[in-house]
Structure formats: C-alpha cells, structure tokens
Nanobody, 117 residues
Framework: QVQLVESGGGLVQPGGSLRLSCAAS??????????TKWYREAPGSERELVAR???????DYADSVKGRFTISKDSQKNMIFLQMNNLKPEDTAVYYC?????????WGKGTLVTVSS
C-alpha cells in the first residue's frame, strides 16, 4: 500500500520560514513510488502546483513562490522537502505532496501552513 505523509506545517509570522517534509512508503508491481511535487490548496481556491522535481535534478516553481521556496529530495529515504522562506499571508494553505506516474496518482493528507501575525 502506497502512503505519502506530510509534516512540518504550523503557524508562522509573515517573513518566517518553515520546512515541510513528505515521506513515501510502498510500491506498485515492485516499483517504489516516489513523490515529486508539492501542491497547496487555500480556502476557497483550487489546488495549485507549487514546486516540482524534474529530470536531471532540475526544479520548477510557481511564479508566486520563486526565489522563496526550494524543493529538494532525499532519494535514500524516499522523501521530498519544501523549504519555505519569507512566508506571506497568501501562502496560507494546506500543502500536499504528490506522486503521479504510470503506476498511479497518490496524495498525502496534507499539512496546514498558516501565515499570520
């Protein structure tokens, strides 16, 4: 059974930082399922892609977080991370990690990030 579990959310003041983690476990047909993307869903808004890992260690970010957020991975532990700096109130959302491939589309349950003074 594939599981993605996010952690690291919380309440932070504007300008602060948080580091989110996503731990993946399980496999499909002997293939390890690895997360590669972070999404977020703010109240009243659709879920949006925030950051993703591409081939050859390249990364891609939503314009709204470029220069502030950094996605990274630990392949040995099958984890990805999202370092979020200079947080703004508009970053408030539930953050989800995701793995989508030929073997399925998997989501964690999310971790809540609240940016407020």
């Amino acid at each position: 059974q594939v599981q993605l579990v996010e952690s690291g959310g919380g309440l932070v003041q504007p300008g602060g930082s948080l580091r989110l983690s996503c731990a993946a476990s399980g496999s499909v047909s002997g293939v390890t399922i690895s997360p590669t993307k972070w999404y977020r869903e703010a109240p009243g808004s659709e879920r949006e892609l925030v950051a993703r890992l591409l081939g050859d260690d390249a990364t891609d970010y939503a314009d709204s977080v470029k220069g502030r957020f950094t996605i990274s991975k630990d392949s040995q532990k099958n984890m990805i991370f999202l370092q979020m700096n200079n947080l703004k109130p508009e970053d408030t959302a539930v953050y989800y990690c995701n793995s989508r491939s030929l073997y399925g589309n998997y989501w964690g349950k999310g971790t809540l990030v609240t940016v407020s003074s």
